[in-house]
């Protein structure tokens, strides 16, 4: 990196750095990409819509199940995705009737519904431990840093699909099988440098936290990709953001990234189309959107998008994921975010597989820490190793890497994947 950057050091700062995206939230947890379907704002049509497959005969499991808790956001007036749930009861399904459960024994799913407030978070957490389970993994929740320190007090691996909470990027006991927004912020460094761009500019939405962070972690992996970075803050649910837009295009930037929720997008998008801005775009998954292709036609096409996922594409993980969900979820919308639940507990199952002996949760937590190379579900090829080595200073991390597209409305074409641990390695 040259100069090294001190939020590249682990420990406190480490924690600090990661909770710089707690604001984040749901947003940046990965719906599904690429549906294209022409639905409503979720694109949700129910079931799976393309290309499957037949599962293949597989190793049964057997004997006591292992009771492996599942906190989700379900119920709540603000937010409530049964989705989630559905996807990981399907990966349950799927690894009991094909990959020998855990240790060959059944995997027990326990179910908590966090109405996504602090309350029903700290509850559901001491309900994981009043219920002694081996392991508690999540879906969606921006209520990490309630869940995690019960939890992970009660020496139980805390495992998910994509942190997004402070806690849930360098506590000791905690998995994330992406990379997360770090994880992103790298990937658009990197297919910037292999561009050969020399400045992007970072539209991101102005709270506090989400702009500390988008300046202490993407800053430093623009830089050591040879790459200036711009963070331009947006007031939240601004409508009219022309005046931001105007001053960052006249400083000349090469590319145009966007960080945040699908209003966000809609203002900065047409204020692209207001001063005719005609710079390559980046976004995240919030902005694709068929509510976005509208509020703003074609500004979405040609983008690159960065996401944890790819449910869509003809990758055999995709068609997988799609077979699994047509088999025990038929009903489940496979375009929105019922990948984070499948993710979350079909990796836990992948990465335990060599698991020996009596199934706890430090047997659990040892195996996690020494998995490597797992193949990421629904993750195009993307694999995960817990050992800490992804993101040195946010060693909850299991992976540098991201899934990207071009897209063509809202419709992901030629998928692909990049690895941007490089640009986390220290010096």
Request: charged share 15%.
């Amino acid at each position: 990196m040259g100069a090294r950057s001190r939020y590249w050091h682990g420990g406190r700062r480490g924690v600090r750095a990661g909770a710089a995206f707690l604001v984040l939230g749901l947003a940046l947890l990965p719906a599904a990409c690429g549906s294209g379907s022409g639905g409503d704002d979720s694109g949700g049509s129910p079931g799976a819509t393309a290309a499957t497959e037949t599962l293949p005969p597989g190793t049964k499991a057997a004997g006591a199940p292992v009771k492996i808790g599942f906190i989700t956001a379900e119920g709540g007036s603000a937010v409530s995705l049964p989705e989630v749930r559905e996807g990981a009861q399907a990966a349950v399904a799927y690894a009991n009737g094909h990959l020998g459960g855990i240790g060959g024994r059944p995997i027990q799913l326990v179910v908590c519904k966090s109405q996504e407030d602090a309350a029903t978070a700290r509850t559901c957490a001491n309900e994981m431990v009043e219920q002694k389970v081996t392991a508690v993994g999540t879906g969606t929740t921006g209520f990490g840093d309630t869940l995690v320190p019960v939890i992970t007090s009660a020496k139980i691996p805390y495992v998910t699909g994509t942190a997004t909470a402070g806690a849930e990027f360098a506590t000791d006991g905690v998995f994330s099988w992406t990379g997360a927004f770090p994880a992103t912020l790298g990937a658009m460094a990197t297919y910037a440098k292999e561009k050969g761009y020399h400045k992007v500019a970072l539209f991101v939405t102005d709270v506090p936290a989400a702009i500390t962070g988008a300046n202490a972690l993407g800053k430093p992996v623009f830089q050591k990709s040879g790459v200036g970075l711009d963070v331009i803050s947006i007031p939240r649910g601004s409508a009219d953001v022309t005046s931001q837009v105007t001053s960052a295009v006249g400083r000349k930037p090469d590319a145009l990234a966007l960080v945040g929720d699908a209003t966000h997008c809609t203002s900065v998008f047409k204020a692209f189309q207001a001063v005719g801005a005609t710079q390559p775009k980046f976004v995240i998954q919030p902005c694709v959107s068929k509510a976005v292709d509208d509020a703003a036609p074609g500004q979405l096409d040609g983008s690159t998008v960065f996401t944890p996922s790819d449910t869509d594409s003809d990758d055999p993980e995709a068609k997988l994921y799609r077979t699994v969900m047509a088999t025990y979820a038929p009903k489940t919308p496979t375009d929105g975010y019922a990948v984070t639940g499948y993710q979350t507990v079909l990796g836990l199952a992948r990465a335990l597989k060599g698991i020996s002996g009596e199934v706890t949760p430090a047997s659990v937590t040892s195996t996690l820490k020494a998995a490597k190379n797992i193949v990421m579900p629904a993750g195009h090829g993307l694999t995960f190793s817990c050992d800490g080595s992804a993101i040195p200073s946010l060693k909850a991390l299991c992976s540098a890497s991201s899934v990207e597209a071009t897209l063509d409305g809202t419709k992901a074409t030629d998928v692909r994947t990049v690895d941007a641990a490089s640009l986390f390695a220290a010096g």
